[in-house]
């Protein structure tokens, strides 16, 4: 896609086909391992800032091509089987971008370039071409033409643990930070795009005191398994509520949140899982989701010390942008 010279104002935009007009001065880029993980971790945040007219740009690094198949009909999709559920998950992502209204939703390097990675020690994580073992300024190399022509102010990924110690996640938490940083030097491939210096990066974070009222609530509730069954002392992907520091409440879009949740048929259960966690505990743990604000200056903070919008403290368009 043809990279946008910086000095163009934010109304002109690349027409291609393949590149949705950037018209609008606020653009938020989130990237993420799966098909799926956008809606778990981010669904109503995305929900909330189409629906304010952000450019919302979902990059996806992987299809997800080694996760399980809940969908006994589709078993035979599995990696151990027909290994087809890449193309599948594709369609799934397609469903739930038109739930949320995101029209920007992207595949690192296209579609089946960088293959799920699976667990650690398994025989899918030793593949090449898995993600994990991707050289990194080669997948970065991907993603910094995104940034260059999405000019986002606010990227959202992982934490450095990649949320819960998933290679994929962790991958996808390095590809993006050293994207952004050769996204904001001139002299690093100029041909892929003008310099665009992201302002604001954020983590994905599940409050460890949202997360154990959650097993609290559906141990009350006579539920045993699942998220229940976890120990409370032990949830190594909740993360300490004193770093969190961006709460995006956004109840109204739960409905669509959930509804874009169940487009990734082959990943979700309606009755189990998160599902489970939402029907007793609701729009609190999944109506509202959190953010640790991990490179940029904070903005104005509410009455809990948080950041209730992700561009908070953005003033302008492009203030946040290199001159390139
Ligand atoms: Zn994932």
């Not at 589709?74 to 369609?91: E, F, I, P």
């Not at 986002?152 to 952004?180: C, E, K, L, N, S």
């Not at 770093?243 to 409440?249: F, G, P, R, S």
Request: net charge negative; aromatic share 6%.
């Amino acid at each position: 896609m043809a990279p946008i010279p910086a000095t163009l104002p934010d109304v002109s935009s690349s027409s291609s086909a393949a590149a949705p007009a950037l018209g609008s001065d606020r653009r938020l880029l989130l990237v993420h391992a799966h098909p799926d993980d956008e809606c778990i971790a981010t669904g109503a945040t995305m929900a909330r800032y189409v629906d304010e007219g952000v450019h919302v740009t979902l990059v996806t690094c992987t299809l997800g091509e080694e996760g399980e198949v809940l969908l006994p009909e589709l078993a035979h999709l599995a990696s151990d089987k027909d290994d087809a559920l890449g193309a599948h998950r594709q369609t799934e992502l397609a469903a739930a971008m038109a739930e949320l209204g995101v029209t920007d939703s992207r595949l690192l390097g296209g579609p089946g370039r960088f293959r799920d990675s699976g667990m650690i020690g398994t025989p899918p994580n030793e593949r090449p071409d898995s993600f994990w073992r991707t050289d990194l300024l080669t997948a970065a190399t991907e993603l910094v033409p995104v940034i260059r022509e999405v000019r986002p102010q606010v990227v959202v990924t992982y934490d450095d643990f990649g949320g819960y110690g998933h290679p994929d996640h962790i991958q996808a938490h390095r590809v993006t930070h050293y994207a952004i940083a050769l996204a904001a030097s001139p002299t690093f491939r100029p041909e892929l795009g003008a310099a665009w210096t992201v302002a604001k990066v954020y983590w994905t974070a599940f409050p460890r005191s949202i997360v154990v009222a959650g097993i609290e609530a559906m141990k009350a509730q006579g539920i045993d398994d699942g998220f229940a069954e976890m120990d409370p002392d032990d949830l190594p992907f909740a993360c300490d509520d004193e770093l969190v520091t961006t709460a995006i409440e956004a109840p109204e879009h739960l409905d669509r949140k959930m509804a874009a949740l169940r487009a990734h048929g082959t990943q979700v259960t309606v009755d189990g899982g998160f599902f489970a966690l939402a029907d007793n505990v609701g729009a609190e743990a999944f109506g509202t989701e959190y953010y640790r604000l991990a490179a940029g200056t904070p903005g104005p903070v509410g009455a809990d010390g948080r950041e209730s919008d992700l561009f908070a403290g953005i003033v302008g368009s492009d203030e946040a942008g290199s001159p390139g």
